[in-house]
């Protein structure tokens, strides 16, 4: 159990165009997800967290208008890179957390390399 | 400030010793404390947590953590290392979040272990 998805898990855009990603929990409802950075060989960034049906919470440093998330349901979440450039290239993480007996852990995805070329 | 150590950028161990990855903490009252373990172009994988009771944490794979709380510390261990523990592994520590909720993770900045036939 408490599997979660990414998709996609590679892709590659042109400087200027947008991307999303999607995160899914598979067989729980996800009440707070959250979207994370790594950069080679680095730990991971948490860039912000969502809860279902509410505007996500940004980290200190990550712009809202440029890394659009939302949580419109308990099993998706999208992030969307917004006129992506190549300093946006990264590994992107998200997991994925419910209330009740897997209150304190988080569940990853696999993950989502994006290349801005 | 709310923080988590890991000392070692790379841990070398043969094959059949045991293994120790350390990871010390800092965070404001009682501490949850997560390992996660990340292939590459993978995302993470839980293998234990420590949230109360026994010190000593049983996990997947083998391993087991113990939680010492005068030297604030979480170490990762297995008796008997296998060349396919070979990984990077993230110690993380469970702190509120700004917006007050619950589980907001910060990591360490992971270790790599490398296991020599």
């Known amino acids: 159990g408490a599997v979660v998805s990414q998709h996609p898990s590679r892709v590659i855009c042109k400087s200027g165009t947008s991307v999303k990603i999607e995160c899914r929990s598979l067989?729980?409802?996800?009440?707070?997800m959250f979207w994370y950075r790594q950069f080679p060989k680095k730990s991971l960034m948490l860039m912000a967290t969502s809860n279902e049906g509410s505007k996500a919470t940004y980290e200190q440093g990550v712009e809202k208008d440029k890394f659009l998330i939302n949580h419109a349901s308990l099993t998706l979440s999208t992030l969307t890179v917004t006129s992506a450039h190549p300093e946006d290239s990264s590994f992107y993480i998200c997991?994925?957390?419910?209330?009740?007996?897997?209150?304190?852990?988080?569940?990853f995805g696999p993950g989502t390399r994006l290349t801005v070329t | 400030a709310q923080s988590v150590a890991q000392p070692e950028d790379q841990v070398n161990v043969a094959e059949g010793n045991p293994l120790t990855v350390k990871c010390t903490y800092s965070v404001s009252g009682n501490p949850y404390l997560f390992w996660y373990v990340q292939y590459p172009n993978r995302g993470l994988q839980f293998l234990l947590k420590y949230i109360t009771g026994d010190n000593l944490v049983k996990g997947s794979y083998g391993f087991e953590a113990e939680f010492n709380k005068s030297q604030t510390s979480f170490h990762l261990k297995k008796p008997s290392a296998l060349v396919s523990d070979s990984a990077l592994y993230f110690c993380a520590v469970r702190v509120p979040t700004f917006s007050g909720g619950y589980n907001k993770l910060i990591f360490g900045a992971g270790t790599r272990l490398a296991v020599h036939p």
């Open positions: 997991s994925a957390s419910s209330t009740g007996f897997m209150a304190y852990e988080q569940y």
């Open positions: 067989d729980f409802q996800a009440t707070t």
